[in-house]
Structure formats: structure tokens, C-alpha cells
């Protein structure tokens, strides 16, 4: 058995670097066996055990914050990071007093030199602190750059350009801090939706009390406009319930007696009393905010390949950095103080923050604006893996269709009225408990029904059912359960057949007088769905189910899709998966995560349709619909090919200006003002690139 996991939220990590640096001066506790911290989701995971004051002290390079529990701040404007960095503006203004003493003084004057000083050490101290740690533990990352890019400045004599470097670095961090707040703000609304307390009825007495403290079974009582603090079932009043927060979707949605309600939805309208189904931390809004948490860590390759990237892109720019600082001065004469000064300008130009940055900001964005929209994607590797899919592959019950045999036609072939046969066809049907037989029961409520007496009733397994009403027998089922049929019956039987259809007849004393045809329901997005993910470009989609190939052949021509699979059990769905795999390369799987879990698991992405509180399609598929809407589909393809083409043109940019810059340094053109501004202005370009998709809403139909 392992050792215990404790969580901690962590409120000021500003960059990659520095949690990782954070993660491992963690590790270093005598009672930690294992840290992870999660950048994106700002939290720490310790095995073993660790107190909040050893945990702060593992994160006093950079003043960290730690709690135990998510603690509701007010979000952040711009201007409070300007306030949260007055060491920086102190510096900036030490800074311009030196320049104006540099042109009253002089440059060499003590005083112009230590008003320079004090901007540097005020701007970079904490840099300095962390820079000669990680100097000592041979680390190199941007802040050891950046503290040898300073000092080297501060060597030479080049005071303004060391000052200068201070604060733009100290500026792009605050940047950086900024945006990834920004895209950690889409976890954040998710924790703030469910209300803290709750009005109990306990004892006969309304009791108000922390939603941590409700137990099972308890009866909540939610007022119109109140936010609905639990998962539970309506047991008295009915109410339009708005569940964008859980499932996206913006039409609020009727619930009366013994309907399902979640935690985290707003009652817009009446007085309801919900008996709770689960603790708070078990609910749909708990588990939506843990993997939506837990996404932020799963690393999708392009970031995963930054990161392998980085970890030897910094030694080499130092490398290079020493190259161009003693190279030109040993072997061609050069002037070794020009040289040393491009040599930290080297240093400067190559610190990766770009690079680093320019992916988890878009994955973190992404992944966070799904989350508002209804869609749970559980990593960036799977929201990276669905930008690449050719090949889409759906179940058909439940996902196409909405899973429920609905008559679709009938005829009536007697001298009887509609109302009298479908009051003959109910009284029979209402005794057997086959989805056909409730088809035609719910269809026939639409009449003005009479209800009958059925005597001698029996059924005959796989073909129908026999009673007699009134001293008359009645047979209904499939036409195998009949003897030789007209042509003109057997004509239409095969007519609505080929059409998809599932055709009953109804017999009475051996004479057919009814024809009904029932067929699961096609979802009315469907068809809209399929065409949308068509213009997206998806080469493939492929229908798989186990109704026959009449069947799968109509529900493919009526929403669009390109192939079919028929006569499949679920096994069969899962080989069908490998064997689409083979011939079209990477292949999704859309089902209902009830009994598509072996095929969802087997595609290279599985995406559950489920209702909101399906917990089977939230742990099955690397991808979850909530909302039933097939809509949100074309959507998410949406959203990850655009992620993708975000985190492309980030790790461009990012690598191409400093390509750009580096080769400043063959004629001799690079400045530290150059290499710093390069740095700064690509970090933020990328950040504000990525954050784009923090309006990457669903588009309207």
C-alpha cells in the first residue's frame, strides 16, 4: 500500500521553471517520499506528509503561497499585479535617476553607479537568491541566465543595460504570471459555482449548515434563484433548472418529482426540496473540477517534446554564450570586452522563457474553456491526438439515435378506428415488458384509449404475444409469427424494413388488421452534427452497431455518414476499432460509455456521450460530452486543431526570434537591450497568442 497523498493549492507560481524548482526543493522535506506539482491547476501532491510552513519554505525563492484547501480569491486586475510588483516599478525608477545622473555626473560618478546598483539589487534580488541557488546545485535555467547575464554587465561597467535587464526580465515574469492566472481563472469559476452552505430540514427545523457537513438523504430546500448545493433527486416542487455550469447547454431545462438535479446549477424559478445522492465531494461539479485539475498535468507531446527540449537548449546556449565570450578574443584578436558583452547577450537572447511558456498557456486555455462549454478533455495528449483524427467512428444507440423505439408509421387495415386499434394493441402490449411493446404503449397514449381485459395471454418468445378480449384472439409480433401473408403485406413489411424500420403486425381471428413500424429515433442534431464534422474535414465516419444492415444502411444515409459496420456485438465493436485503426490511422470512438467501454478505451481518443451525471462516461473516455449534445463535437475538433495551430505558431515564433537575434551576434550587432527586449517581446506575444482561446466559444447555430 502507498503512502498517503495529501493536495495543497499553491497561489504564486509564475512560470514552468519555477515549479519545477518548487517540486524539487519539496522532494527535499525528510517526510515527503514523492512530490507533483501541477503548474497549470497551481496545486501540489505530496506522498508522504509535509506541514503548510515546510511546504511555504520550499517555496520562498518566490514567496508561495500555500492552503490546504481551494480558497476563493476575487480575480485579479492588471493593475494589482502592478501593485504586487512595486519592487519592480522602485527599480524602474531607480533606474531613470541614474540615466538622468548619467548625463549630469557622468557615467563613472559613485553616484550615478550606485543609483544603477540599488536598481538592480531592488529589481532582482529575488532573481539573484535563486539564480545563485540553482548556480549551486548546478541548475540552469532562465533565472541562472539571467543572474551571469547581470553580473557579467555589472563586470564591464555596463550599468544601464545590467539595470535595464533586471527590470524587463522582472516584467516578463509579472507577464507570464498574469496570463497564466488568466487561464487558470477557467478552474477557478468551476470552483466557485456550488454554493458553500445549504438550507437543511433536520428534526423538523430548517437548519443552515456548511455543504461539507450534508449527508446522504438529507432533504435541502432551494429557493427560486438559489444555486443548488448537491447532487440529488427532486422530492417536492418542480422548477426550470439552468445547467449551463455542468453541461453547457444555455436552454434551462424542466425538473419535477424524482428527476435528477446537480450541484452547481441555478433553480431559476420555484421552491424545490432535494433529497441528496451524494456527499459534496462525490458530486458531478467535484468530479468535473478534479479532472479538469488533473488535465492540466497530463502533457500533451508537444509539450512533453518543449520540455525534453529545454532540458538541454540551456546548457547549450550557455555554451555557445562562452564560445562567442573567449573564441573571437583567443583566436582572432578580437577585443575581449566587446566580446564578453556579446557573449551575455547570448545569454540573455537564449533564456527559453518563450519556449517554455508557449505551450502550457494554450493547453491549460484550451482545456479550460471546454470545461465551460460542457466538454471534459482529461489531457493535452488527447486534445492534441484529436486535432490529428481522420477517422471518427460512432455507436449508433444512443449516440446517433436516442435509444428508444419510437413508432414511426402504422396502417390500419380494419373497418376499426385509430383509437380502437391501438386500445386493442396497449391492452396486450401493456402486459409484456419489451421495448417494442412500449413503443407502441407510449405511442397509443396519444389517443382517446379504452382500456380491455386480456384473458389467456402468453407470450412466444423472440416473435410476439397472444390474448383474447372480448371471446376475440389477438396475435401481435413479428411476421414470423404469422402464416403465409398477402403480397401487399408482405410488400410493405419489406418496404419499411429497408427503410429501417422494425415492422409488428396486429392479427385479429387470423386476419392482419394492423401494420406497425417502430425504429429507434434518429437525434435531430445528428444529421447537422455529421455535416459539420465533414466541412471540418474529417476524411471518415463510420457507423458500428448490431442492428442488421438494412438498418445501419438507412441511419447512415439519413444523417450522412460515410460507412457502416452492422451485426456487431460490443466485442466486435472493439476489433472493428484496430482494424479502422490499420486502414485510416488514428481513430476517435464516440459512444455512450455504458457498453462502448472496450472500444472507447481501444481508440486513439474515446469520447463518452453521457447525461451529466453519467459516471461511467466520465471514467471511460479520454473525452466527455456532458450535455447528450452532439453539437459540442464539432466543437471540440474545433477547439483542438486550433490549439494545435496556436502551439505551433508559439514554438515558431519562440525558436525562430532567437535563431533571429543569435545571428545578430556574427557582424557584432547584438546589444543586451536587443537580446532582452527579443526575449520579453516573444514570452508575450505567445502568452497573448495561447490566451486566444480563452473565447473559444461554441459557435451559434
Not at 277 to 301: R, S
Not at 375 to 396: M, Q
Not at 544 to 555: M, P, V, Y
Not at 609 to 634: C, Q, R, V
Amino acid at each position: 500500500m502507498g503512502e498517503q497523498e495529501q493536495s495543497f493549492y499553491v497561489q504564486g507560481m509564475s512560470c514552468a521553471n519555477c515549479a519545477k524548482t518548487f517540486e524539487n526543493n519539496v522532494k527535499e522535506i525528510s517526510t515527503v517520499k514523492n512530490a507533483n506539482v501541477n503548474f497549470g491547476a497551481s496545486k501540489v501532491t505530496v506522498e508522504g506528509s509535509a506541514s503548510i510552513d515546510e511546504l511555504e519554505r520550499a517555496g520562498s525563492f518566490e514567496n508561495l503561497t500555500v492552503t490546504q484547501e481551494y480558497e476563493e480569491t476575487p480575480q485579479k486586475s492588471f493593475w494589482d499585479y502592478v501593485k504586487e510588483n512595486g519592487n519592480v516599478v522602485g527599480s524602474l525608477v531607480l533606474l531613470a535617476l541614474g540615466i538622468a545622473l548619467f548625463f549630469q555626473l557622468g557615467e563613472e560618478h559613485p553616484i550615478t553607479i550606485g543609483a544603477f546598483i540599488a536598481s538592480i539589487v531592488l529589481g532582482g534580488h529575488r532573481l539573484f537568491i535563486a539564480g545563485f541557488q540553482n548556480l549551486i546545485k548546478l541548475r540552469f535555467d532562465m533565472k541562472t541566465l539571467m543572474t551571469i547575464a547581470v553580473i557579467g554587465a555589472a563586470l564591464i561597467g555596463e550599468w544601464i543595460e545590467g539595470a535595464a535587464v533586471v527590470i524587463l526580465f522582472a516584467i516578463s515574469e509579472a507577464l507570464e504570471s498574469y496570463s497564466m492566472d488568466q487561464a487558470r481563472n477557467s478552474i477557478k469559476s468551476l470552483m466557485g459555482i456550488a454554493p458553500k452552505t445549504a438550507n437543511v430540514i433536520r428534526d423538523g427545523q430548517i437548519q443552515e449548515i456548511s455543504v461539507d457537513d450534508i449527508r446522504v438523504d438529507d432533504i435541502v430546500i432551494v429557493k427560486p434563484g438559489e444555486k443548488i448545493p448537491v447532487d440529488g433527486v427532486v422530492s417536492k416542487g418542480e422548477s426550470s433548472i439552468n445547467q449551463a455550469s455542468i453541461t453547457g447547454e444555455s436552454v434551462p431545462v424542466y425538473k419535477g418529482l424524482d428527476d435528477e438535479v446537480f450541484a452547481g446549477t441555478l433553480n431559476e424559478e420555484g421552491y424545490l426540496e432535494v433529497r441528496t445522492t451524494k456527499l459534496v465531494k462525490d458530486t458531478t461539479l467535484a468530479k468535473i473540477i478534479h479532472l479538469v485539475e488533473e488535465a492540466q498535468n497530463e502533457k500533451a507531446p508537444a509539450q512533453q517534446f518543449v520540455d525534453r527540449f529545454a532540458a538541454y537548449y540551456t546548457p547549450v546556449i550557455m555554451l555557445i554564450a562562452l564560445g562567442v565570450a573567449i573564441i573571437p578574443p583567443l583566436f582572432l584578436g578580437a577585443g575581449f570586452e566587446t566580446w564578453l558583452y556579446q557573449g551575455l547577450a547570448v545569454l540573455v537572447v537564449g533564456c527559453p522563457c518563450a519556449l517554455v511558456v508557449s505551450t502550457p498557456v494554450a493547453i491549460v486555455t484550451a482545456i479550460g474553456s471546454a470545461a465551460r462549454n460542457g466538454v471534459l478533455i482529461k489531457g493535452g495528449a488527447y486534445l492534441e491526438s484529436l486535432g490529428h483524427i481522420d477517422a471518427i467512428a460512432f455507436d449508433k444507440t444512443g449516440t446517433i439515435t436516442k435509444g428508444e423505439p419510437v413508432v414511426q408509421h402504422y396502417q390500419n387495415l380494419s373497418n376499426k378506428s385509430d383509437e380502437e386499434l391501438f386500445s386493442i394493441a396497449s391492452s396486450l402490449e401493456q402486459k409484456s415488458q419489451h421495448p417494442l411493446a412500449k413503443a407502441v404503449v407510449h405511442y397509443a397514449e396519444r389517443f382517446n384509449l379504452k382500456h380491455y381485459d386480456v384473458e389467456e395471454f402468453h407470450s412466444q418468445t423472440g416473435k410476439g404475444i397472444i390474448g383474447s378480449i372480448n371471446e376475440t384472439t389477438y396475435q401481435i409480433g413479428s411476421p414470423s409469427m404469422f402464416g403465409e401473408l398477402s403480397s401487399s403485406i408482405q410488400s410493405e413489411v419489406a418496404n419499411l424494413q429497408e427503410d429501417g424500420n422494425t415492422v409488428i403486425l396486429v392479427e385479429e381471428n387470423n386476419s392482419v388488421i394492423g401494420i406497425i413500424a417502430i425504429a429507434d429515433a434518429v437525434r435531430d442534431m445528428s444529421k447537422q452534427m455529421i455535416k459539420d464534422i465533414h466541412t471540418l474535414g474529417m476524411k471518415h465516419s463510420i457507423l458500428l452497431t448490431g442492428d442488421n444492415d438494412r438498418t445501419a444502411q438507412s441511419i447512415t444515409e439519413q444523417v450522412g455518414i460515410k460507412e457502416y459496420l452492422s451485426n456487431l456485438l460490443p466485442k466486435d465493436k472493439q476489433t472493428q476499432i484496430k482494424q479502422l485503426s490499420q486502414k485510416y490511422g488514428k481513430v476517435a470512438m464516440v459512444g455512450d460509455g455504458v457498453n462502448d467501454a472496450p472500444a472507447l478505451a481501444t481508440a486513439d481518443v474515446g469520447i463518452a456521450m453521457g447525461s451529466a451525471g453519467t459516471d461511467t462516461a466520465l471514467e471511460t473516455a479520454d473525452i466527455a460530452l456532458m450535455g447528450d449534445d452532439l453539437n459540442k463535437l464539432p466543437f471540440t475538433v474545433r477547439l483542438s486543431r486550433r490549439t494545435l495551430n496556436i502551439i505551433k505558431q508559439n514554438i515558431g515564433f519562440a525558436l525562430g526570434l532567437k535563431v533571429l537575434a543569435l545571428l545578430l551576434v556574427i557582424p557584432g550587432w547584438l546589444t543586451l537591450w536587443i537580446a532582452i527586449l527579443a526575449d520579453m517581446g516573444a514570452t508575450l506575444l505567445v502568452t497573448l497568442n495561447a490566451l486566444r482561446l480563452i473565447r473559444n466559444q461554441k459557435e451559434p447555430k
